[in-house]
């Protein structure tokens, strides 16, 4: 019997736009305070793109960091994933604006849409791709500014997004499993409580829906919380299941970075100490689809996880979507 195609990490990179926005910044374009915001989410900072800057160059930034650690020319790469929720245009894709960037052609190039838990969901994606042998390498990238689609005059949500993009470059290997696991989790019937109204075809952009603000994001805050907690939880102890591996044998969380108190119920219901918890939300905000990518690219350079360590990395988002992961750097 043939051996199982396995999937091999070769690096990972990130891209953060300079400009950066603090919560005293925030004190003065609504009412809001650094107290309100650090204790109520666990957020000090966030980048936020500059006018020019699209998704897709935030999403080159990354990739081209991802290329150099994985020291793989792009010409090796035969298919890109991207995951966002703002992309460059409604279509064509951001894949495709980053397939040009990168000077590549002819190699098949999409976005995906899970929102926060888009970059696992493209985990799964790439995974089976290269276990089947349909493609070899793939970049999968997360992306996202959410600065382009926040209400600023909306307390409720302004101080909680920022932008960025992370990447990962992921081949074929007879030897390596390094995504040993992914369990991914929707359910369409909490789709009032996160999404954006306006620009498909429920409202279509006109005068009234730009003055509405119906292309900005809408967030229950209080109901999204309080799903997220058990989807987590679930995301995380399903991928471990499936991984064969037990917590103990983990050696970082990577949690989705949409709220302190919610990474520390998660931790707490897993039974995972806040010290195997790996947190940047403080200088990132949430950045949706970049967020487990850039906070996994972090924790290796910063080398809270070493090679050959394992992780879980989990998320949830507007969907209701989420997934769990466990990986080995
Ligand atoms: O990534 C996708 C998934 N997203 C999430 O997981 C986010 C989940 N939700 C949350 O993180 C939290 O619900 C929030 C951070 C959004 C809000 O925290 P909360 O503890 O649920 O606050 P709340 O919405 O219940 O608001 C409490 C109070 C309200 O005032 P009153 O009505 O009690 O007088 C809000 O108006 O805090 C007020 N408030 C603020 N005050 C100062 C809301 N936003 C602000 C603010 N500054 N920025």
């Given at each position: 019997?043939?051996?199982?195609?396995?999937?091999?990490?070769?690096?990972t990179?990130s891209?953060?736009?300079?400009?950066?926005?603090?919560?005293?910044?925030?004190?003065?374009m609504?009412d809001?305070?650094?107290?309100?915001?650090?204790?109520?989410t666990?957020?000090?900072?966030?980048?936020?793109?500059?006018?020019?800057?699209?998704?897709?160059?935030?999403?080159?930034?990354?990739?081209?960091?991802?290329l150099?650690?994985?020291?793989?020319?792009?010409?090796?790469?035969?298919?890109?994933l991207?995951?966002?929720?703002?992309?460059?245009?409604f279509?064509p894709?951001?894949?495709?604006?980053?397939?040009?960037?990168?000077?590549?052609?002819?190699?098949?190039?999409?976005?995906l849409?899970?929102?926060?838990?888009g970059?696992?969901?493209g985990?799964?994606?790439?995974?089976?791709?290269?276990?089947?042998?349909?493609?070899?390498?793939?970049?999968?990238?997360?992306a996202?500014?959410?600065?382009?689609?926040?209400?600023?005059?909306?307390?409720?949500?302004?101080?909680?997004?920022?932008?960025?993009?992370?990447?990962?470059?992921?081949?074929?290997?007879?030897?390596d499993?390094?995504?040993?696991?992914v369990?991914?989790?929707?359910?369409?019937?909490?789709?009032?409580?996160l999404?954006?109204?306006?620009?498909?075809?429920?409202?279509?952009a006109?005068?009234e829906?730009?003055?509405?603000?119906?292309?900005?994001?809408?967030?229950?805050?209080?109901?999204?919380?309080?799903?997220?907690v058990p989807?987590?939880?679930?995301?995380?102890?399903?991928a471990?299941?499936?991984?064969?591996?037990k917590?103990?044998?983990?050696?970082?969380?990577?949690?989705?970075?949409?709220?302190?108190?919610?990474?520390?119920?998660?931790?707490?219901?897993?039974?995972?100490?806040?010290?195997?918890?790996?947190?940047?939300?403080?200088?990132?905000?949430?950045?949706?689809?970049?967020?487990?990518?850039?906070?996994?690219?972090?924790?290796?350079?910063?080398?809270?996880?070493?090679?050959?360590?394992?992780?879980v990395?989990?998320?949830?988002?507007?969907?209701?979507?989420?997934?769990?992961?466990?990986?080995?750097?």
């Amino acid at each position: 019997m043939n051996k199982k195609t396995g999937v091999k990490i070769l690096g990972t990179g990130s891209y953060f736009p300079k400009k950066i926005l603090t919560n005293a910044d925030l004190e003065k374009m609504v009412d809001t305070n650094d107290e309100w915001i650090t204790t109520r989410t666990g957020m000090k900072e966030r980048h936020i793109a500059a006018p020019e800057e699209v998704t897709s160059d935030l999403a080159l930034g990354a990739s081209l960091e991802a290329l150099k650690a994985a020291k793989i020319d792009a010409s090796q790469i035969d298919l890109i994933l991207v995951s966002t929720i703002t992309s460059d245009m409604f279509f064509p894709t951001t894949a495709c604006y980053l397939q040009t960037k990168l000077g590549l052609k002819d190699i098949p190039a999409y976005d995906l849409l899970a929102a926060c838990s888009g970059f696992i969901y493209g985990l799964a994606n790439a995974k089976a791709y290269i276990e089947s042998g349909m493609y070899k390498t793939i970049l999968l990238v997360g992306a996202d500014i959410l600065s382009r689609i926040t209400d600023w005059t909306d307390r409720n949500t302004c101080v909680l997004f920022g932008d960025g993009a992370g990447a990962i470059v992921l081949t074929a290997s007879e030897e390596d499993d390094d995504i040993v696991s992914v369990s991914l989790g929707a359910d369409g019937s909490y789709s009032p409580l996160l999404y954006m109204y306006g620009g498909g075809s429920v409202c279509p952009a006109t005068a009234e829906s730009v003055a509405a603000k119906h292309h900005t994001m809408t967030m229950h805050g209080k109901e999204v919380f309080r799903n997220a907690v058990p989807k987590m939880v679930l995301a995380a102890e399903q991928a471990l299941e499936k991984s064969g591996k037990k917590l103990e044998d983990i050696k970082l969380f990577i949690p989705h970075q949409a709220n302190m108190r919610i990474i520390e119920a998660v931790a707490k219901k897993l039974n995972i100490p806040m010290d195997s918890v790996f947190i940047n939300i403080h200088k990132t905000g949430n950045i949706s689809s970049a967020t487990t990518i850039t906070a996994l690219d972090e924790a290796i350079k910063t080398g809270k996880i070493k090679k050959g360590e394992l992780a879980v990395l989990v998320a949830f988002g507007g969907g209701f979507t989420w997934g769990g992961a466990v990986i080995r750097v």
